[in-house]
RNA sequence: GGCCCCAUCGUCUAGCGGCUAGGACACCAGGUUCUCAACCUGGUAACGGGAGUUCGAUUCUCCCUGGGGUCACCA
């Protein structure tokens, strides 16, 4: 038998890196098996749905090398002779099916009105007791419900449930034993003619002939429901795994809402009342939209508007999503290794390994059945471990790339040989492609935008020792003015002869203060490297507003 | 609350009746260093609790506790 798995998002949002992780599982268990990976876009709910966000899903995958067989049209890849791979045109289909249900008497039709229903939830809920549907629209006669329909009156389809104990078997998790009664006789076509995701899925694996359906642990109950509707289909079934979920460090479900949460919170701790102005001078969110999203913790801006805010801020937010880590500078195949290893393990004490390996090695058995929290030190360890494992050439490359994507400002200021020393001082010590650039930001601002803020290494390299770090950077001033080349070797050959000569050869002893004037802070790549990435020219124009504006300061100081 | 599932260092995990309970990240200490990192060396740290089964339980069973999932015309 081919083994075929499938992943099927629903597109009402960007890859999840919980999604991520499922989709990578299905991948590497059906590579592993000479199988099929099937792409299925779940969008039977049509409030939720845009092509947009199917879309991105694609290009997420392609980007963690994540390559399926069968499904939607991306490139060269998709296609197939299951389609079609969105739900939303495989209408007819289903309809088939629900009405071969209704016809045997496994299904019916049920006129309760949503208020209705919620009204008997809420009560359950009073009583705390779990809510049944209670067949209400069996009692309901056959011409009625011919009367009702033909009068056009909204109604869904329910199947009717066997009354009868389920054993759910599963991979991962083992069997575990659903009391009779446990499942509903739950809707499943809506009042809009579109089935539910319950239905749609049970038509489609079978179609789609996926043998083995890993998805996640939030599915493990409906897998009854599933099987029950297997059963009264005749449709055979696949073997079920069902993946724990992936966590924040403080046990909370990792969501998109996380977004929300962070930068609430560094409004209210920042006491910030109006939303930021754009460009234009204009709000970034309507008053009474920011107002009450500042007051109502279930209320959530959308994505971009999100990232607008926070830039305006200079508020970092949280990774969630498969593009949020591809900005932040995580190389795909670190993200792949780390989310394989939440939640399954080769066995030994390999931790380190590529898609191919784990494609190799992947197996049902070895699943965590316990939920990960994301650890989010050991991908940025992992990360820089994988940096510092590429050649100077390598990073430079991706370096680049992400520079053009993200940091464009890097591209514009430095030319080609400054980008390179960036690139050669930060491979040792980035952990991500994108901090050579976001924790170097002075590098591209313009020389009058410094501005030094005497924090106590700031008065320690400047105002201490004698002479001072501020008279020793007047005096090593005309040696950088005198230099005919400004490459990061010239530098240091004059600054080296420098400092025997005024600073006992103790190179801290220049090259704080030099860092403090060009950077505004004690923090730089190397002294020289910085120099040579900045150019004479930048250098000596900070040196002189560096000196003009402490010398003002230094006797507090 | 009903039903289902789960339980090893702070975190991700190895372990599948007998181990000094292993690794990785984080953390701590020391070293190196022009800053920050990075790097090197060493260290602290776990079987949730209680009954059984057994010559012997981290490992098997039960109970408790704790955690998670689910109870939609969302998937």
């Known amino acids: 038998m081919t083994v075929v798995t499938r992943f099927a998002p629903s597109p009402s949002g960007n890859l999840h890196v919980g999604g991520a992780r499922t989709a990578l599982y299905c991948w590497a268990f059906a590579r592993g098996r000479d199988g099929r990976l099937v792409l299925r876009i779940e969008d039977t709910d049509r409030k939720r749905s845009s092509d947009a966000a199917s879309l991105g899903f694609m290009t997420d995958l392609d980007w963690l090398g994540i390559d399926w067989d069968e499904g939607p049209v991306q490139g060269e890849r998709g296609g197939g002779s299951h389609g079609p791979y969105f739900q939303s045109e495989r209408l007819p289909i289903y309809t088939e099916h629900l009405e071969r249900l209704v016809a045997e008497g496994k299904a019916y039709h049920a006129f309760d009105t949503p208020e209705e229903l919620d009204a008997k939830r809420k009560a359950a809920r009073q009583a705390k007791e779990a809510y049944r ?32 104990a389920i054993t759910i078997v599963d991979e991962v998790l083992g069997e575990a034993t659903l009391p009779a009664g446990e499942v509903d006789d739950f809707v499943i076509r809506k009042a809009d003619g579109y089935p539910t995701y319950h239905f749609a899925v049970v038509i489609d694996d079978a179609m789609m002939e996926v043998s083995h359906v890993l998805r996640a642990q939030e599915h493990f109950n409906n897998t009854a429901k599933h099987m029950v509707l297997q059963d009264a289909l005749g449709l055979p079934r696949p073997v079920y795994g069902h993946l724990s979920l992936i966590f924040n460090p403080d046990g909370s479900k990792m969501s998109k809402r996380d977004k929300d949460k962070v930068l609430r919170a560094a409004v209210k701790e920042r006491s910030i009342e109006d939303a930021p102005n754009d460009s234009n001078g204009e709000p970034l969110v309507a008053a009474d939209v920011w107002s009450t999203w500042r007051g109502d913790k279930s209320v959530q801006l959308d994505l971009d508007t999100l990232e607008q805010v926070a830039a305006a801020l200079d508020v970092s937010l949280p990774e969630i999503n498969v593009a949020d880590f591809r900005r932040s500078g995580y190389l795909p195949e670190v993200l792949c290794n780390f989310l394989a290893l939440n939640g399954w393990s080769a066995g030994d004490d390999l931790e380190k390994f590529d898609n191919a390996f784990l494609a190799e090695r992947f197996d049902l058995d070895r699943v965590q059945k316990t939920p990960a929290k994301f650890d989010r030190d050991k991908l940025l360890a992992f990360n820089l471990d994988a940096i510092q494992g590429m050649s100077p050439e390598t990073f430079h490359g991706l370096a680049r790339a992400h520079a053009a994507e993200f940091r464009p400002e890097f591209i514009e200021r430095l030319d080609e040989s400054q980008f390179r020393t960036l690139c050669d001082a930060s491979l040792e010590r980035s952990k991500t492609l994108d901090e050579p650039f976001s924790v170097n930001r002075f590098l591209v601002a313009a020389d009058d935008e410094i501005d030094w803020v005497v924090t106590k290494p700031v008065r320690k390299a400047m105002f201490k020792g004698e002479p001072t770090g501020l008279e020793l950077l007047a005096k090593v001033r005309p040696v950088l003015e005198g230099l005919s080349g400004f490459d990061a070797a010239s530098i240091e050959t004059a600054i080296t002869g420098f400092v025997e000569e005024h600073a006992e050869g103790n190179l801290g002893r220049i090259a704080q203060p030099l860092r403090v004037a060009v950077s505004g802070g004690p923090i730089s790549p190397p002294i020289f490297d910085t120099l040579a990435i900045l150019g004479q020219r930048a250098v000596l124009a900070r040196i002189d507003r560096c000196l003009e504006v402490l010398s003002e300061s230094s006797p507090a100081g």
């Open 133 to 164: 549907y209670d067949r209400a629209a069996l009692e309901l006669s056959a011409e009625e419900v011919e009367a009702r329909l033909a009068a056009g009156e909204p109604s869904v389809i329910r199947f009717r449930t066997p009354d009868a």
